[in-house]
């Protein structure tokens, strides 16, 4: 699916609301009214970003360690993880984390503080990891652990490019028209101090739609889920068990 251009967007946001109708946004725009619906629009979607996990902005992120190394760089979208996904894959089990500051101070001062098992914890815009692989580590120094974590480059340029923010009239998005135009026209509304009931509603309806529709949902049950275990009463014998 293709969204609107930016441009498009603030045309659409300025008609509605009996604007003149802007004829560029960003690239050379000469009205300060399209300026600042660009700027509105812009502000749109960094603010979504922040309300769900949405799916279209799932990233997966990796790691190959290297000996003596324990802290590495986050990807430069990165905007918040995606808990339990934090895996190494060399070793085939999940990483254990993110531990708090009094845990890693136990990790890295205590005298019991090693396992086998990598522990993690985010530290500014990196990962650091613990214990620290060395050389001469079992299965080796250079491990493949792997993660998902929430994108916060909402925008897109003409080639469908994840980039921070809109910067030319060409640039898309990842969320739906409807919702970034109904954002534009309350952020504006609000900008000038008018009433913004009836745009407040309308932004929440058109919100709670794109929410409800981003992702599925698993079926629930009620009902206990079917076990086959291996042994139980119902597969052993209550007795005459062979002596050998």
Do not use: H
Request: with cysteine; proline share 8%; charged share 20%.
């Amino acid at each position: 699916m293709t969204n609107s251009t930016v441009l498009q967007i603030v045309q659409t946001a300025a008609s509605e609301m009996g604007l003149q109708t802007p004829t560029s946004a960003l690239l050379n725009a000469a009205d300060l009214t399209a300026i600042q619906l660009a700027a509105l629009y812009n502000a749109t979607g960094e603010m979504l970003v922040k309300r769900r996990q949405w799916r279209m902005l799932f990233r997966e992120g990796s790691i190959t360690t290297v000996a003596g190394k324990g802290s590495y760089p986050l990807p430069a979208d990165y905007a918040r993880p995606i808990n339990q996904t934090e895996w190494d894959r060399t070793n085939r089990w999940p990483m254990i984390g993110p531990e708090t500051p009094q845990q890693w101070q136990w990790l890295k001062s205590g005298i019991l503080s090693t396992g086998p098992r990598e522990r993690f914890r985010l530290v500014g815009n990196n990962i650091e990891i613990w214990p620290i692989p060395s050389a001469d580590s079992v299965p080796g120094p250079n491990l493949d652990l792997s993660y998902y974590y929430v994108g916060k480059w909402w925008a897109e340029d003409e080639a469908g490019e994840p980039i921070p923010k809109a910067v030319t009239d060409t640039d898309t998005c990842v969320f739906d028209d409807r919702l970034m135009v109904s954002g534009v026209k309350l952020r504006f509304f609000q900008a000038k101090g008018f009433d913004t009931t009836a745009f407040a509603a309308d932004f929440q309806a058109n919100l709670d739609d794109a929410l409800a529709q981003d992702s599925g949902a698993p079926i629930l049950s009620l009902s206990r889920e079917p076990q086959f275990p291996l042994i139980t009463i119902y597969n052993v014998p209550d007795g005459s068990w062979p002596s050998s």
